[in-house]
């Protein structure tokens, strides 16, 4: 009996398998998928985005002959680059029970977070973590170290400055300095070419002395609205800027005092020396909607014990600061809110550049699931989900330095990669892990989500990563592991404070 060739073509024919989690392929096809490239422009699509190793190859429809080693359907899906996490820290302890590296990367590649910008944890360690992650040893996020400077004698800072560049800094954390201490720092790093980025407290610097000394980001917003005040901010007579509870409740009452000519001033000084700003809006939501903040729904599975004891309010906790925590002082970081995203979208409008960074690990954030709530408040300051994304990647990419080679879905470009179950410029929330209900007919479905995160070519499977996820927190639960040493940066004595 004869066969037809087409039956004989089509039995001889062998689909390529799907990507296998954490391992890198020879090729990777990911077929008629709409693209998101991070440099502003539309989606493109639906096209074919080709892998080869670790790095894109081409972004057009491949030749029909031509066979892979994986293939990925992208119907009805799109792909981004991979996500910039421009303030993340590196934790292996929270509240005294330790958290394992793996629960925090999982979890940080499960919401498309290929890149992480740490600033301010426990430097020796992070440097064998970075190695780890470049080599592939770690299912992990890239790393680069910003190491943690506070406020000193000008000559001791800039030793410092050295010996942190000579142990391999990418870059410096710096936080509350004096006005020569600053100049001491940021002259040494410029001199060495490591980039700066500050945390501001109430201080005598402001954002002015960060222009003026050619920074390259600051962090949160302290340094802002404090240069646009009109002598200096109000504080009761009781007030004690080392009691938390003072100082956050007064921080939500500081844009309000900014004049607002001066700070349109302050921001074109900003846009002019080119200072980047990382504001971390997800950070401090808590303090507008202590509630929500409580009660989110990943939380029940999700939530490891170290964060869920460090979240409890406690003043020996940084950020730990909910006592007392009143409807009234929700009011005034409602209007902080206001102002503070306002300004922003007039900096960015001024042509600034705004990053987008988490600071999790404090304040009820969990890692990852506090940067896409991050997109989520650019969004509602008045930035379209194009220009969130671009925010979130190649504006990242040219911050650390790596825009040649990272943040965008192109040609030559290392492939870092996420593919989103739908379109995520119709609803941020898709890119959940947990995933998002959508409207199907005037029926709820639950849909969306991240299902690969390509990091350096490695595939890593979002569901695969949220279930272990799971297991770590069920099994910590059951038996928490006390931390072999709690405090210093590593336990996150000093991110996400200031005024």
């Known amino acids: 009996m004869l066969i037809a060739p087409f039956v004989v073509n089509l039995l001889l024919a062998q689909a390529p398998p799907p990507p296998t989690h954490g391992v890198r392929a020879e090729s990777l096809l990911i077929r008629d998928v709409m693209v998101i490239r991070g440099n502003g422009t539309p989606p493109l699509g639906p096209t074919d985005v080709l892998v080869r190793g670790n790095t894109i190859e081409q972004v057009e429809r491949a030749k029909p002959d031509e066979r892979f080693a994986t293939v990925i359907d992208g119907k009805g899906k799109y792909l981004l680059p991979g996500f910039f996490n421009l303030h993340g820290h590196i934790q292996e302890e929270r509240g005294g029970i330790a958290i394992e590296n793996e629960y925090q990367f999982n979890l940080w590649l499960a919401c498309g977070i290929t890149s992480v910008r740490d600033v301010g944890s426990e430097f020796d360690r992070s440097l064998e973590l970075r190695q780890q992650s470049r080599d592939g040893a770690i299912a992990a996020p890239r790393f680069w170290l910003y190491p943690f400077l506070n406020n000193g004698k000008p000559d001791e800072l800039r030793a410092k400055v050295r010996e942190l560049k000579g142990r391999g800094a990418d870059g410096l954390k710096l936080f509350s300095m004096d006005r020569d ?155 902080n809110y206001r102002i503070w995203m306002a300004a922003v979208k007039r900096f960015a409008d001024l042509g600034g550049t705004v990053t987008c960074g988490e600071d999790a690990g404090f304040i009820y954030e969990m890692y990852g699931f506090g940067y896409l709530r991050e997109l989520e408040l650019h969004e509602e300051a008045g930035f379209t989900p194009l220009e969130v994304f671009t925010q979130a990647t190649v504006s990242g990419a040219r911050i650390v330095g790596v825009d040649a080679t990272l943040g965008r879905v192109r040609a030559g470009h290392l492939a870092d990669l996420v593919l989103v179950n739908g379109n995520p410029l119709d609803n941020l929330r898709l890119l959940y892990p947990t995933g998002a209900d959508i409207n199907v007919d005037g029926r709820p479905v639950h849909a969306g989500g991240i299902e690969w995160t390509i990091k350096d070519g490695i595939p890593y499977h979002g569901p695969t990563l949220m279930e272990r996820v799971r297991a770590i927190v069920a099994e910590a639960r059951r038996a928490p592991k006390p931390a072999a040493a709690v405090g210093g940066a590593a336990a996150g004595s000093c991110c996400a404070g200031g005024s």
Not at 207 to 231: F, N, Q
Not at 268 to 273: E, F, L, Y
Not at 282 to 305: G, V
Not at 314 to 333: K, M, P, Q, V
Request: hydrophobic residues 40%; glycine residues 6%.
């Open 181 to 335: 201490a600053l100049d001491a720092v940021v002259g040494e790093a410029k001199n060495l070419g490591l980039p700066t980025t500050i945390h501001m407290g109430v201080e005598e610097t402001t954002v002015l002395d960060c222009a003026r000394l050619g920074m390259t980001s600051i962090e949160h917003w302290y340094g802002v609205p404090d240069a646009a005040l009109l002598g200096l901010q109000h504080f009761p007579p009781d007030f004690s800027y080392s009691n938390e509870v003072d100082r956050f409740r007064y921080a939500g009452r500081l844009w309000r005092e900014a004049d607002p000519e001066k700070l349109d001033q302050v921001l074109q000084a900003m846009v002019d020396a080119k200072l980047a700003w990382d504001p971390t809006l997800a950070i401090y939501e808590a303090s507008r909607d202590l509630t929500r903040a409580q009660n989110q729904p990943w939380f029940r599975d999700h939530l490891h014990p170290g964060l869920a004891k460090f979240f409890e309010p406690n003043l020996d906790s940084h950020g730990s600061y909910f006592i007392g925590w009143s409807a009234t002082d929700e009011a005034y970081w409602r209007e």
